[in-house]
T-cell receptor, first 113, second 117 residues
Framework: AQTVTQSQPEMSVQEAETVTLSCTYDTSESDYYLFWYKQPPSRQMILVIRQEAYKQQNATENRFSVNFQKAAKSFSLKISDSQLGDAAMYFCAYKRGQGNLIFGKGTKLSVKP | GAVVSQHPSRVICKSGTSVKIECRSLDFQATTMFWYRQFPKQSLMLMATSNEGSKATYEQGVEKDKFLINHASLTLSTLTVTSAHPEDSSFYIC?????????????FGAGTRLSVL
């Protein structure tokens, strides 16, 4: 069965600095999708970034980028120039084809002013 | 991005009553919708997968007679918590998959906080 592991329950970053959130996953599939979702205090789940496994190029969305290492089954999220609004729970998720999302346990990110 | 509307955002009810939660995809058709439950400081736990026009598929340990799911149209799925009890108090989140999108992305509603007295 596929599993997603986020080994950092909590992380903290200074405003304007860079932080990296870790995620590893376990799968025997070769074609799948990976996602990072953000859940702020409002509890609304927001898609931050996505990556198709067949693409070697790392996805980027403005200040957010990923380091996708397929062989190592690693999918870390880098947030550059951190802002106070980035404070939230971040969930890494895996999905294969038409299947449902499998979430990690989440990392709580705090941003210090 | 696509919008998923979930209603109500908060409900308080007496033990033994039933509560219905609606999930609508506002600007796309969703053949498949998902219902999650989230306990405090924990991740999302998938309860069931709802397919338009057919019976929902429930995850192991989720009582289908307790959590009734109806997905009667391509834009609406409902979750009814029947005879709610205090242990059903939780945060429930729906998600709809955009079938037309290139990556089959799931978009989430804002969630419903259920408190059973």
């Amino acid at each position: 069965a596929q599993t997603v592991t986020q080994s950092q329950p909590e992380m903290s970053v200074q405003e304007a600095e860079t932080v990296t959130l870790s995620c590893t996953y376990d799968t025997s599939e070769s074609d799948y999708y990976l996602f990072w979702y953000k859940q702020p205090p409002s509890r609304q789940m927001i898609l931050v970034i996505r990556q198709e496994a067949y693409k070697q190029q790392n996805a980027t969305e403005n200040r957010f980028s990923v380091n996708f290492q397929k062989a190592a089954k690693s999918f870390s999220l880098k947030i550059s120039d951190s802002q106070l609004g980035d404070a939230a729970m971040y969930f890494c998720a895996y999905k294969r084809g038409q299947g449902n999302l499998i979430f990690g346990k989440g990392t709580k990110l705090s941003v210090k002013p | 991005g696509a919008v998923v509307s979930q209603h109500p955002s908060r409900v308080i009810c007496k033990s033994g009553t039933s509560v219905k939660i609606e999930c609508r995809s506002l600007d796309f058709q969703a053949t498949t919708m998902f219902w999650y439950r989230q306990f405090p400081k924990q991740s999302l736990m998938l309860m069931a997968t709802s397919n338009e026009g057919s019976k929902a598929t429930y995850e192991q340990g989720v009582e289908k007679d307790k959590f009734l799911i109806n997905h009667a149209s391509l834009t609406l799925s409902t979750l009814t918590v029947t005879s709610a009890h205090p242990e059903d108090s939780s945060f429930y989140i729906c998600s709809a998959r955009d079938q037309q999108g290139a990556l089959n992305i799931q978009y989430f509603g804002a969630g419903t906080r259920l408190s059973v007295l």
